[in-house]
């Protein structure tokens, strides 16, 4: 338990760990962390209730041993680690690798075995193959930092995690003249930055909100960033997989070999090459361990961000429809973001006890009263967005964009020059010309050992389709308690509205109420026709289960690939709900209060494993 003047020692820096933190933002991570961490009420670990470690499915404990002794002899003691220690949640920069840092079942739920560092490719190679002669099954990860989604924990309690970032992060190449580059699971947005500034390249990445993630990682789990290249694996370009069963595959122009076997000269500039684009179903899936992948970098360019205010709630509905055409025409130079006002709050790094002191979520009336004296007022909605090109051509854009907002009572744009230096637009600024930064983290500052939870639903970009959404999340999280933090990423014809539970993880009964508001906004939308781009790997089925159409032709079929690709079912089963069939309908899929019930004490997956 730390006291709230308690320091912590410094988060790992990039030059030290291929995991770390650059230089330039030591003194933020040091902050971060000590601002974080002093609020934690919890031991730094806890007592562990279970025989550890943690066996794998149908292994027994004599099997494993004997299992593992062969693992270590292959690829040496100090590249297997068995997951026999307490578990320590950490923090963003040092997440652990043993289970879910963000649980929201018990936090001994969803363990693994024993974890495993492979070097080169054959090693990965020699894991799957060791996996399928003792039928364990093994999770890949690349960077781990997954928050909100699972991290690092397998679905299948027991599994040896596959760490592939430990010692697989090289930036292979850096083609700056194609604007590409060719990397390893373990190549953080961190590290591919500042390699990229190293070399002096005019070039940028895009990152997510925070860039401690992998860019590999977070590519093939289809993750967004917010320049113009955001969709991250639309512009991904060529990947090497290890398939479950120890082959080794390139897709994309990699699959036809350069001259005098060099690698293909095209294969990170023309994605599909010939026949069937095969690489769809190696992202969000288990069908394969991805160990390089080819990426578009963005050629530097003008760029200008703003953020526009809305006064009212009730014109909600009225900005969607502003969005879409001006998103449409391409007007809009990046993915945008909706916030709502109750994010200014959450971004000043505030615990929410600073403007709200009793329990249940702060009323609509306190934010208001706590808005008006920050920066952006007493106002409601807050568009945030970025142009880019040269000063003439994103003046024009901004003239487009302020009066076709303009017809909104009230509606006001502001640029970074308008705010103070600690408002969150200034971090937009980086993240939207392709700096990776960390200040995301500041709104987990919010409830004390914050964790949280995405629910991201796809919906049209139209006004009353928004607004259906918006009418189920509002009641939803009213009736569970918590406070509703939406951020929508509006599109030309579909935005991600992501909603952000945060809850305290020492307490079962937030997760519990957390865990049933994700079951009923899955359930709800999905009645309506929305469904969840992305989900925690303990809702993975769930929502799986609401892409039924044609008798869940589309499970049928990928259960199809993965029984064909991994019979012996060791390739992270479970994972975005596809089974192999060695643990289909066994009790290992959660369709109902299961995750409420793991509350109980009562774990994940049937009792018997
Ligand atoms: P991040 O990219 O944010 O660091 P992860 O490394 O945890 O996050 O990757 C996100 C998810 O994608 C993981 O939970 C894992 O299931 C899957 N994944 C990550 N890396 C690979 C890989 N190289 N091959 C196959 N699946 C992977």
Same mark, same amino acid.
């Given at each position: 338990?730390?006291?709230?003047?308690?320091?912590?020692?410094?988060? $790992?820096?990039?030059?030290?760990?291929?995991?770390?933190?650059?230089?330039?933002?030591?003194?933020?991570?040091?902050?971060? &962390?000590?601002?974080?961490?002093?609020?934690?009420?919890?031991? /730094?670990?806890?007592?562990?209730?279970?025989?550890?470690?943690?066996?794998?499915?149908?292994?027994?404990?004599?099997?494993?041993?004997?299992?593992?002794?062969? +693992? &270590?002899?292959?690829?040496?003691?100090?590249?297997?680690?068995?997951?026999?220690?307490?578990?320590?949640?950490?923090?963003?920069?040092?997440?652990?690798?043993?289970?879910?840092?963000?649980? %929201?079942?018990?936090?001994?739920?969803?363990?693994?075995?024993?974890?495993?560092?492979?070097?080169?490719?054959?090693?990965?190679?020699?894991?799957? #193959? @060791?996996?399928?002669?003792?039928?364990?099954?093994?999770?890949?990860?690349?960077?781990? #930092?997954?928050?909100?989604?699972? *991290?690092?924990?397998?679905? =299948?309690?027991?599994? =040896?995690?596959?760490?592939?970032?430990? #010692?697989?992060?090289?930036?292979? !190449?850096?083609?700056? /003249?194609?604007?590409?580059?060719?990397?390893?699971?373990?190549?953080?947005?961190?590290?591919?930055?500042?390699?990229?500034?190293?070399?002096?390249?005019?070039? @940028?990445?895009?990152?997510?909100?925070?860039?401690?993630?992998?860019?590999?990682?977070?590519?093939?789990?289809?993750?967004?960033?917010?320049?113009?290249?955001?969709?991250?694996?639309?512009?991904?370009?060529?990947?090497?997989?290890?398939?479950?069963?120890?082959?080794?595959? #390139?897709?994309?122009?990699?699959?036809?070999?350069?001259?005098?076997?060099?690698?293909?000269?095209? @294969?990170?500039?023309?994605?599909?090459?010939?026949?069937?684009?095969?690489?769809?179903?190696?992202?969000?899936?288990?069908?394969? %361990?991805?160990?390089?992948?080819?990426?578009?970098?963005?050629?530097?360019?003008?760029?200008?961000?703003?953020?526009?205010?809305?006064?009212?709630?009730?014109?909600?509905?009225?900005?969607?429809?502003?969005?879409?055409? +001006?998103?449409?025409?391409?007007?809009?130079? !990046?993915?945008?973001?909706?916030?709502?006002?109750?994010?200014?709050?959450?971004?000043?790094?505030?615990?929410?006890?600073?403007?709200?002191?009793?329990? *249940?979520?702060?009323?609509?009336?306190?934010?208001?009263?706590?808005?008006?004296?920050?920066? =952006?007022?007493?106002?409601?909605?807050?568009?945030?967005?970025?142009?880019?090109?040269?000063?003439?051509?994103?003046?024009?854009?901004?003239?487009?964009?302020?009066?076709?907002?303009?017809?909104?009572?009230?509606?006001?744009?502001?640029?970074?020059?308008?705010?103070?230096?600690?408002?969150?637009?200034?971090?937009?600024?980086?993240?939207?010309?392709?700096?990776?930064?960390?200040?995301?983290?500041?709104?987990?500052?919010?409830? $004390?050992?914050?964790?949280?939870?995405?629910?991201?639903?796809?919906?049209?970009?139209?006004?009353?389709?928004?607004?259906?959404?918006? !009418?189920?999340?509002?009641?939803?999280?009213?009736?569970? *308690?918590?406070?509703?933090?939406?951020?929508?990423?509006?599109?030309?014809?579909?935005?991600?509205?992501?909603?952000?539970?945060?809850?305290?993880?020492?307490?079962?009964?937030?997760?519990?109420?957390?865990?049933?508001?994700?079951?009923?906004? %899955?359930?709800?939308?999905?009645?309506?026709?929305?469904?969840?781009?992305?989900?925690?790997?303990?809702?993975?089925?769930?929502?799986?289960?609401?892409?039924?159409?044609?008798? !869940?032709?589309?499970?049928?079929?990928?259960?199809?690939?993965?029984?064909?690709?991994?019979?012996?079912?060791?390739?992270?089963? *479970?994972?975005?709900? %596809? @089974?192999? &069939?060695?643990?289909?309908?066994?009790?290992?899929?959660?369709?109902?209060?299961?995750?409420?019930?793991?509350?109980?004490?009562?774990?994940?997956?049937?009792?018997?494993?």
């Amino acid at each position: 338990m730390a006291s709230s003047n308690s320091t912590f020692p410094p988060p $790992p820096s990039l030059s030290s760990k291929y995991s770390g933190i650059p230089d330039r933002l030591a003194a933020i991570g040091v902050e971060s &962390k000590n601002r974080l961490l002093s609020k934690s009420t919890l031991p /730094e670990s806890a007592p562990r209730h279970h025989d550890v470690p943690r066996l794998p499915p149908d292994t027994t404990r004599a099997e494993f041993n004997q299992a593992i002794g062969e +693992l &270590k002899q292959i690829l040496g003691d100090q590249n297997v680690e068995l997951n026999d220690r307490p578990l320590v949640d950490g923090w963003y920069l040092e997440h652990p690798n043993t289970h879910d840092a963000f649980h %929201i079942a018990l936090q001994e739920d969803l363990v693994s075995s024993a974890v495993v560092y492979p070097g080169t490719v054959e090693e990965v190679q020699t894991i799957v #193959r @060791w996996a399928n002669k003792h039928k364990i099954p093994v999770y890949p990860i690349s960077m781990g #930092r997954n928050i909100g989604y699972g *991290g690092t924990a397998p679905r =299948v309690p027991g599994s =040896v995690v596959v760490d592939l970032g430990r #010692r697989m992060n090289r930036i292979l !190449n850096i083609d700056a /003249e194609n604007a590409s580059c060719l990397v390893e699971p373990g190549v953080s947005y961190f590290a591919l930055y500042e390699e990229i500034q190293r070399q002096k390249l005019p070039l @940028w990445i895009d990152t997510p909100d925070v860039g401690g993630g992998s860019v590999l990682g977070n590519a093939i789990d289809r993750g967004v960033g917010y320049t113009p290249y955001g969709d991250h694996f639309a512009n991904h370009c060529g990947l090497e997989i290890v398939l479950p069963n120890g082959e080794l595959l #390139r897709t994309g122009m990699g699959a036809l070999e350069g001259k005098d076997g060099a690698d293909n000269p095209t @294969w990170q500039s023309f994605q599909p090459a010939y026949g069937p684009y095969s690489d769809g179903i190696f992202s969000q899936s288990n069908f394969g %361990i991805v160990v390089r992948m080819g990426m578009w970098l963005m050629p530097e360019t003008g760029h200008q961000s703003y953020l526009i205010t809305f006064p009212r709630d009730e014109d909600f509905p009225a900005i969607i429809e502003i969005i879409r055409p +001006l998103a449409q025409q391409r007007v809009l130079g !990046n993915i945008p973001q909706l916030r709502h006002v109750i994010q200014e709050l959450a971004t000043t790094a505030q615990p929410k006890s600073a403007f709200h002191s009793s329990s *249940g979520p702060i009323p609509r009336e306190t934010i208001r009263q706590h808005a008006s004296s920050l920066p =952006v007022g007493d106002v409601s909605w807050v568009f945030y967005g970025t142009q880019y090109g040269d000063a003439a051509s994103i003046s024009s854009q901004l003239n487009l964009i302020e009066k076709a907002f303009g017809v909104i009572p009230g509606a006001q744009l502001r640029l970074p020059s308008d705010l103070p230096p600690e408002h969150y637009l200034h971090s937009r600024v980086s993240v939207c010309s392709g700096v990776p930064v960390l200040r995301e983290l500041d709104w987990l500052n919010w409830v $004390p050992n914050a964790a949280h939870l995405f629910f991201s639903p796809i919906v049209p970009t139209r006004g009353r389709d928004a607004e259906a959404v918006h !009418n189920i999340v509002v009641r939803l999280h009213a009736k569970y *308690g918590f406070d509703l933090f939406p951020t929508l990423c509006v599109a030309g014809r579909e935005m991600h509205y992501i909603v952000n539970i945060v809850y305290d993880r020492a307490s079962v009964d937030e997760k519990r109420r957390a865990a049933a508001l994700m079951r009923e906004m %899955i359930a709800e939308t999905a009645a309506e026709g929305y469904g969840e781009y992305r989900t925690h790997v303990l809702f993975a089925d769930m929502v799986a289960a609401t892409y039924s159409w044609g008798d !869940n032709a589309l499970m049928r079929f990928n259960e199809t690939i993965k029984d064909a690709l991994d019979p012996n079912g060791i390739l992270a089963p *479970g994972r975005n709900g %596809i @089974w192999p &069939k060695r643990f289909r309908g066994k009790g290992w899929e959660i369709l109902g209060t299961e995750v409420e019930e793991a509350l109980d004490g009562k774990g994940i997956g049937p009792s018997s494993s």
